[in-house]
């Protein structure tokens, strides 16, 4: 009997196993924030391949919200439209369809990977000026953001509501709130980039208001059916930034305001972050929040060998767990994985003579 390849009730979602794709920008969306085929091709290659769970990318409820101006939005009824067939493609290979909502905040504007040049993109080359907490960029050659005020504050929880009533009309069975890697609501939860005097900076309490506004935001546009993830950088490993301890107190609030399950990752706040890298390395994140808050989580990073998800799920440090880059290697990882684990495992029937 394998944890890995046993279903998991959300709500009224029942993942069919506890294998997911994480969110991976794919910098190749149309013209302002659209998906293209490349996203229904992606995203259905996972969904074919067997994850249960496949997120897309970073999806910005806000144009400025993009990370790269050929990042995914869902600011408007064109993105739903956009979005449909793929959720639609992926809902029919047997997987949940899921979306993960973003605003970059200081990281916003910037040049996809591959391009020549790093760092922000110019007005003059479709970039713009990135909002985040306050007005210090991210980092040298990133562009200098203009500090939300209250007025602004209040658009961005308000743009994350509409985007998550918009992922529910497009077909998205699950949303994902992007609180981690340095993007908006990151920039406020840390004391290394929250530096603000109102009454979104100072304590802790302060600076998770923001996340916990958009969390309960988002719970009551989606309604009580639709399960909500969200994505924190449990520590920011860096000596006086976001720590573990102030994770599983901001799990506990979130759990309260509906969220179903914190994803563990780390990091990307700041620059003198210091990770220690190595297979799983961010598992003990979600297993002292599961076990310290007690609200489900998933484990992400460095996962790759089945009889590690496997262990993982099994031995109770997480109930989900996501894979990037093995599922970008090869989008069959979880046949493979089910081969390894002794599980009868049926992929599409156009493939059954494979079996
Ligand atoms: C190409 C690429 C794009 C990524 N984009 C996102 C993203 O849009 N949102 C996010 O939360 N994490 C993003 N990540 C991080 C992954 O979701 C994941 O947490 C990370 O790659 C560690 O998992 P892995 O070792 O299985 O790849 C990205 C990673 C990669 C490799």
Same mark, same amino acid.
């Given at each position: 009997? *394998?944890?890995?390849?046993?279903?998991?009730?959300?709500?009224?979602?029942? +993942?069919?196993?506890?294998?997911?794709?994480?969110?991976?920008?794919?910098?190749?969306?149309?013209?302002?924030?659209?998906?293209?085929?490349?996203?229904?091709?992606?995203?259905?290659? #996972?969904?074919?391949?067997? /994850?249960?769970?496949?997120?897309?990318?970073?999806?910005?409820?806000?144009?400025?919200?993009?990370?790269?101006?050929?990042?995914? $939005?869902?600011?408007?009824?064109?993105?739903?439209?956009?979005?449909?067939? !793929?959720?639609?493609?992926?809902?029919?290979?047997?997987?949940?369809?899921? !979306?993960?909502?973003?605003?970059?905040?200081?990281?916003?504007?910037?040049? &996809?990977?591959?391009?020549?040049? #790093?760092?922000?993109?110019?007005?003059?080359?479709?970039?713009?000026?990135?909002?985040?907490?306050?007005?210090?960029?991210?980092?040298? =050659?990133? #562009?200098?953001?203009?500090?939300?005020?209250?007025?602004?504050?209040? @658009?961005?929880?308000?743009?994350? /509501?509409?985007?998550?009533?918009?992922?529910?009309?497009? =077909?998205?069975?699950?949303?994902?709130?992007? /609180?981690?890697? $340095?993007?908006?609501?990151?920039?406020?939860?840390?004391?290394?980039?929250?530096?603000?005097?109102?009454?979104?900076?100072?304590?802790?309490?302060?600076?998770?208001?923001?996340?916990?506004?958009?969390? &309960? /935001?988002?719970?009551?546009? !989606?309604?009580?059916?639709?399960?909500? +993830?969200? &994505?924190?950088?449990?520590?920011?490993?860096?000596?006086?930034?976001?720590?573990?301890?102030?994770? !599983?107190?901001?799990?506990?609030?979130?759990? @309260?305001? @509906?969220?179903?399950?914190?994803?563990? *990752? *780390?990091?990307?706040?700041?620059?003198?972050?210091?990770?220690?890298?190595?297979?799983?390395?961010?598992?003990?994140?979600?297993?002292?929040?599961?076990?310290?808050? $007690?609200?489900?989580?998933?484990?992400?990073?460095?996962?790759?060998?089945?009889?590690?998800?496997?262990?993982?799920?099994?031995?109770?440090?997480?109930?989900?767990?996501?894979?990037?880059?093995?599922?970008?290697?090869?989008?069959?990882?979880?046949?493979?994985?089910?081969?390894?684990?002794?599980?009868?495992?049926?992929?599409?029937?156009?493939?059954?003579?494979?079996?």
């Amino acid at each position: 009997m *394998s944890s890995l390849f046993t279903p998991l009730a959300l709500r009224a979602v029942t +993942l069919p196993n506890r294998i997911a794709m994480a969110p991976m920008c794919q910098y190749s969306a149309g013209p302002d924030g659209l998906p293209t085929d490349w996203h229904l091709i992606h995203l259905g290659s #996972r969904a074919v391949g067997g /994850a249960g769970l496949v997120l897309t990318e970073a999806t910005a409820v806000l144009p400025e919200g993009r990370i790269s101006p050929q990042d995914t $939005g869902l600011w408007s009824g064109a993105h739903v439209d956009a979005w449909r067939p !793929v959720t639609a493609f992926v809902a029919a290979h047997g997987a949940v369809p899921a !979306v993960q909502l973003a605003h970059a905040g200081f990281k916003a504007s910037t040049y &996809r990977p591959w391009a020549p040049e #790093r760092g922000g993109v110019p007005d003059a080359e479709g970039g713009w000026t990135p909002v985040a907490p306050g007005s210090e960029p991210f980092t040298a =050659g990133y #562009r200098t953001p203009t500090s939300l005020d209250e007025a602004g504050i209040a @658009g961005v929880v308000e743009a994350f /509501a509409a985007g998550a009533e918009r992922a529910v009309d497009a =077909g998205f069975a699950a949303v994902e709130i992007h /609180a981690a890697h $340095g993007y908006l609501l990151n920039e406020f939860l840390s004391p290394l980039t929250n530096h603000r005097t109102d009454g979104y900076g100072g304590d802790r309490a302060a600076r998770m208001r923001l996340t916990l506004e958009v969390a &309960r /935001a988002v719970r009551a546009a !989606v309604g009580e059916d639709v399960p909500v +993830l969200t &994505r924190i950088s449990a520590t920011d490993w860096v000596e006086g930034g976001w720590t573990i301890d102030d994770s !599983v107190v901001l799990a506990g609030e979130l759990a @309260g305001v @509906g969220v179903d399950l914190v994803d563990a *990752s *780390s990091g990307g706040v700041s620059v003198d972050q210091r990770v220690p890298l190595g297979p799983g390395y961010q598992v003990p994140l979600a297993a002292q929040i599961r076990r310290d808050a $007690g609200v489900p989580t998933g484990a992400v990073g460095l996962i790759v060998e089945p009889e590690h998800a496997e262990q993982i799920v099994a031995g109770g440090e997480a109930d989900l767990v996501l894979l990037g880059r093995e599922l970008l290697r090869d989008p069959y990882w979880p046949r493979r994985a089910a081969a390894k684990l002794g599980v009868a495992y049926s992929g599409p029937a156009q493939y059954a003579r494979a079996a």
